[in-house]
């Protein structure tokens, strides 16, 4: 219909980019997302790929795991956070030209 978007279409969607090592773009606010009911879970997985894809060896480090996601959290209350950057209200390219 007139003036509604077409189905698909990705506006008003928020993108979360890692951060762990701060943002690629300083423009863009570090946003901290409560992790602490996944921590266990989420540290599997990083566990996981490091041995995988890096080649990592010998036990899975919790506690550094653990610590580094605290230390993030300081300052929100949660005990556990990753850290993340959003790009809001982001609007894809447009693949051609009218």
């Known amino acids: 219909a007139e003036g509604e978007e077409p189905e698909g279409h990705r506006g008003n969607v928020n993108f979360y980019q890692y951060a762990q090592y701060g ?6 606010p570090i946003v901290h997302v409560d992790v602490t009911d996944t921590v266990e879970v989420a540290a599997q997985v990083y566990w996981y790929y490091a041995r995988h894809l890096y ?7 919790m506690e550094r795991f653990k610590i580094e996601r605290g230390e993030a959290s300081f300052q ?13 209200m982001y609007h894809p390219p447009v693949p051609y030209l009218t």
Do not use: C, I, N, Q
């Open 23 to 28: 943002t690629p773009d300083p423009t863009l």
């Open 55 to 61: 080649g990592a060896t010998g036990d899975l480090p």
């Open 76 to 88: 929100t209350g949660a005990k556990f956070t990753e850290r993340f950057t959003v790009k809001r």
